[in-house]
């Protein structure tokens, strides 16, 4: 089952009861100090006035569709997200974990923040996920990763399935022996994994989406197969997407009318049976759920 509620996140934590959550992802703004923006493009046959060549010659023409934004600037940021990090903790099963995703911005800062608040010896690690996409900088090193703080709410009792670990290839396959090979080894805290590319059909239109294999495996090692999982900085979804593809509930929260629209269209049942849109309260107050069965 996957709920989208759209709310401020502050209030639906304080509505939620303890230990309501097995697992916790969010990927909140990174404090940009800038808008936010992503413009769907989409091209239409035109002979006269095309602006580009596509296969046998043909013309098209690009037109803008419809924007995504949101602003990514704030005075007091660690003021910001310091009451959701404490409800985040709160809500955790006492063998959940949460994860921070942040950019080289603010992670130091909001590490600093999360050991106060879950004690230093519940940081278990900084994974960083690196990428090779976009411009280079010729006046200083590329930025090509983020980091990932994993912090449990019980450092000594936490969920964590090795088995369910996806393996990597060997860089030197001769040197282990063919049995090792074929098995990859263990990934390192280093995640090496794409961006969502312009022309995935993964690609939802929301200007900082993260590509779905990146959950997965968070999903798939730090939670079981009906557990509940919370992304309350929800964007396009994406924790819920992992989540529906191995067998876990996900509740998803924003503010932003404009991504909740868009997991409403990527959760949308099948066409004869449109989910259900209903009024309920958290903590209090009146928030829109949609609620949309995995397919």
Same mark, same amino acid.
């Given at each position: 089952m996957i709920d989208i509620v759209h709310n401020d996140n502050l209030r639906f934590l304080q509505g939620c009861g303890d230990g309501s959550f097995n697992l916790v992802y969010i990927d909140p703004p990174f404090n940009t100090g800038a808008s936010r923006a992503h413009t769907r493009l989409r091209t239409v046959r035109d002979e006269q006035e095309g602006d580009r &060549?596509?296969?046998?010659?043909?013309? *098209?023409? &690009?037109?803008?569709?419809?924007?995504?934004?949101?602003? =990514? #600037?704030? $005075?007091? *940021?660690?003021?910001?997200?310091?009451?959701?990090? /404490?409800? #985040?903790? +709160? /809500?955790?099963?006492? $063998?959940?974990?949460?994860? /921070?995703?942040?950019?080289? +911005?603010? /992670? @130091?800062?909001?590490?600093?923040?999360?050991d106060r608040i879950f004690g230093r010896e519940s940081f278990m690690n900084e994974i960083i996920w690196a990428y090779d996409y976009g411009g280079r900088s010729k006046r200083r090193w590329p930025a090509? @990763?983020?980091?990932?703080?994993? *912090? #449990? +709410? =019980? %450092?000594?009792?936490? &969920?964590?399935?090795?088995?369910?670990? =996806? +393996?990597? %290839? *060997?860089? #030197?396959p001769g040197l282990v022996g063919p049995e090792k090979a074929a098995r990859g080894k263990t990934p390192t805290d280093v995640w090496w994994h794409t961006i969502v590319p312009t022309n995935s059909s993964e690609r939802t239109g929301y200007p900082t989406q993260k590509p779905v294999g990146l959950l997965e495996r968070i999903v798939r090692v730090h939670s079981r197969p009906g557990d509940r999982l919370l992304d309350f900085f929800a964007g396009s979804g994406t924790l819920g997407e992992a989540a529906r593809r191995h067998g876990r509930a996900c509740t998803l929260v924003d503010s932003n009318p404009a991504a909740v629209e868009i997991m409403r269209r990527r959760f949308a049942a099948p066409a004869n049976t449109p989910p259900p849109t209903v009024q309920v309260g958290a903590a209090g107050r009146s928030a829109t759920v949609a609620k949309g069965e995995p397919k």
């Open positions: &060549t596509g296969f046998g010659g043909r013309r *098209y023409r &690009t037109e803008a569709g419809t924007r995504t934004s949101y602003e =990514d #600037a704030f $005075d007091d *940021y660690l003021g910001f997200l310091e009451p959701r990090m /404490v409800e #985040a903790r +709160r /809500v955790l099963a006492p $063998d959940g974990s949460l994860f /921070v995703h942040l950019d080289a +911005r603010e /992670v @130091h800062y909001v590490k600093v923040l999360l090509k @990763h983020d980091s990932i703080l994993w *912090y #449990a +709410r =019980d %450092p000594a009792h936490y &969920t964590f399935n090795y088995e369910a670990i =996806d +393996r990597v %290839p *060997y860089m #030197a």
